[in-house]
């Protein structure tokens, strides 16, 4: 039990290196990752090559779904493009995984120590948030090693030796779990290193690869579900992003014997097996589906259509709940939402200099109405902007913070 106990330890400490780095990430880059995603849409291929390094960065595929599904959900891109940047980012966490799957514990102690001084000392800061990100990079390391160790012990067990021994391959099985460990973890690269190391000790290759192509589908089903509370614009880049991966995963089995008849003689390592398919897997989902974006928009936007759902003027439309987890993003979705309600006011304002010309008393009544709409925009706005953790905030996004609180007041004020 102690073993057991020891093993779903060191796979929660994985799962929450893995979070430090993100958030430490988007902490410091934030706005300039979205600026290079924004500027990198001119074609599929720029747009695919910004996806892959946003997310070498910031480890996690459905951040990068979360920050470019806003893009969408706000007009700025078109949706091709955004499924151009998925592929890419799928491609950059496989490449992450590639890299953890080398020996780095040497590299764990250095990393927390100097991560744990810089956060002490500069708490609050961008380089507090650069050791943050060194934590998180140190015991994700250091996870890795024990996850070893305590696999190592529990496979020495007679008991857990008889169950492996039964353990057969079900493709179908092991997608589904493979999906299901991802989503629990909010993470795939975590589940894809946690199945390296199983390979390399307790289960085959061949159920390692199965379960990587459930991880894989898995981060896919955890952005649609991230943001199934979000509006339609936003929902269709993960849901494309989806279609792709299921895509992927209906192909990949019939190609798995030739792929391992053509790298398994070269690489006969178990765990460095398993985290090159992971990289071969999404390799070929990007290479073989980047000249299909456009087919796939018109069919996510067949399946989530925008006509009828399309954005009000008395409701607020930008407040994204799913970007409340990244703070400098949540602080742009109310920045744009504030904007929406300096539009409506401007509209009373144009409104009132007919009213005062032409006597119309219609008019008049429909702007005393609109002033409801300011109120509820208001209301909006400062409660979502409560829902931020300030103590996540640096010190730009805080001064950020209180001037779009004051915008909405002084707008509402003026409604």
């Known amino acids: 039990m102690t073993h057991l106990l020891n093993l779903l330890a060191a796979i929660a400490l994985l799962v929450w290196g893995t979070h430090l780095v993100r958030t430490g990430i988007l902490r410091v880059f934030g706005s300039k990752l979205r600026q290079v995603l924004a500027a990198s849409m001119g074609n599929r291929f720029t747009a695919a090559l910004s996806g892959l390094g946003v997310t070498a960065l910031v480890q996690s595929s459905t951040a990068t779904a979360l920050i470019t599904a806003s893009f969408v959900g706000r007009g700025l891109i078109a949706l091709p493009a955004a499924l151009a940047v998925m592929l890419g980012a799928d491609i950059g966490t496989s490449v992450m995984a590639v890299v953890f799957s080398f020996d780095l514990s040497w590299l764990s102690p250095l990393c927390i120590f100097i991560g744990v001084t810089l956060f002490i000392l500069r708490q609050g800061s961008q380089t507090g948030d650069v050791g943050r990100v060194l934590i998180g990079l140190g015991l994700m390391l250091l996870a890795l090693q024990l996850v070893s160790q305590s696999t190592a012990v529990l496979t020495r067990n007679p008991a857990v030796q008889l169950m492996l021994a039964s353990l057969t391959s079900d493709r179908m099985?092991?997608?589904?779990?493979?999906?299901?460990?991802?989503?629990l973890a909010y993470s795939s690269l975590a589940v894809v290193l946690l199945t390296a190391t199983l390979a390399l000790q307790v289960v085959g290759v061949d159920v390692a690869l199965g379960?990587?192509?459930?991880?894989?589908?898995?981060?896919?089903?955890?952005?649609?579900?991230?943001?199934?509370?979000?509006?339609?614009?936003?929902?269709?880049?993960?849901?494309?992003?989806?279609?792709?991966?299921?895509?992927?995963?209906?192909?990949?089995?019939?190609?798995?014997?030739?792929?391992?008849?053509?790298?398994?003689?070269?690489?006969?390592?178990?765990?460095?097996?398993?985290?090159?398919?992971?990289?071969?897997?999404?390799?070929?989902?990007?290479?073989?589906?980047?000249?299909?974006?456009?087919?796939?928009?018109?069919?996510?936007?067949?399946?989530?259509?925008?006509?009828?759902?399309?954005?009000?003027?008395?409701?607020?439309?930008?407040?994204?709940?799913?970007?409340?987890?990244?703070?400098?993003?949540?602080?742009?979705?109310?920045?744009?939402?504030?904007?929406?309600?300096?539009?409506?006011?401007?509209?009373?304002?144009?409104?009132?200099?007919?009213?005062?010309?032409?006597?119309?008393?219609?008019?008049?009544?429909?702007?005393?109405?609109?002033?409801?709409?300011?109120?509820?925009?208001?209301?909006?706005?400062?409660?979502?902007?409560?829902?931020?953790?300030?103590?996540?905030?640096?010190?730009?996004?805080?001064?950020?913070?209180?001037?779009?609180?004051?915008?909405?007041?002084?707008?509402?004020?003026?409604?």
């Open 173 to 183: 099985l092991e997608i589904l779990v493979g999906a299901t460990l991802a989503v």
């Open 211 to 415: 379960l990587v192509l459930g991880a894989n589908l898995g981060s896919g089903l955890l952005a649609v579900l991230t943001t199934a509370r979000t509006n339609r614009a936003t929902r269709q880049v993960p849901l494309g992003n989806l279609l792709f991966k299921l895509m992927g995963v209906a192909i990949a089995p019939w190609l798995i014997p030739f792929w391992l008849q053509l790298v398994q003689p070269h690489v006969p390592d178990p765990a460095a097996l398993t985290v090159l398919f992971h990289l071969s897997f999404n390799l070929m989902v990007g290479l073989f589906f980047i000249g299909l974006t456009r087919p796939v928009a018109g069919w996510v936007e067949k399946l989530l259509p925008l006509k009828g759902a399309g954005t009000a003027l008395n409701r607020p439309n930008h407040l994204d709940p799913s970007a409340l987890a990244t703070p400098s993003l949540a602080i742009s979705c109310a920045a744009r939402e504030a904007l929406h309600q300096a539009d409506v006011v401007e509209t009373m304002l144009r409104g009132v200099m007919t009213v005062i010309k032409t006597n119309d008393l219609q008019l008049a009544q429909d702007l005393r109405k609109m002033d409801d709409t300011v109120d509820g925009l208001y209301s909006a706005i400062k409660y979502y902007l409560t829902k931020i953790s300030r103590q996540q905030l640096n010190e730009v996004e805080g001064r950020r913070w209180t001037d779009i609180i004051s915008f909405t007041i002084n707008m509402e004020q003026i409604g």
